[in-house]
């Protein structure tokens, strides 16, 4: 894998936030956190079609691992932040 990541998700904008922000790359809105989210409810509405809830399910774990690559440093950018969406409770 040489360090590289499955999923990453990087912050898409047309604004300057992901200058000024960048550890919004890891919150749930904007980050790989919403993405593993997204994907763990495409393996649920695979139902019982296990080759769909199969891809879906590595397409989770992938994202999750990048949720986890970062999480020193979404710990260290948020401070006391514990906000849902823009802070730590977003990448528990």
Known sequence: NHGRRR????????D????LHPQLTSS???GSPGVALFFRQLVNAAGNDTKQASH????TEAAVEDVQHGAARAK?????????????AGIA
Do not use: K, M, Q, R
Request: glycine fraction near 10%; aromatic fraction near 24%; charge should be negative.
């Open 16 to 19: 300057s936030a992901p200058a």
């Open 56 to 59: 879906w399910e590595a397409a």
């Open 76 to 88: 260290a950018a948020y401070g006391a932040n514990v906000g849902f969406y823009y802070g730590l």
């Open 7 to 14: 999923c990453h998700w990087p912050l898409n904008s047309t």
């Open 28 to 30: 749930l809105y904007y």
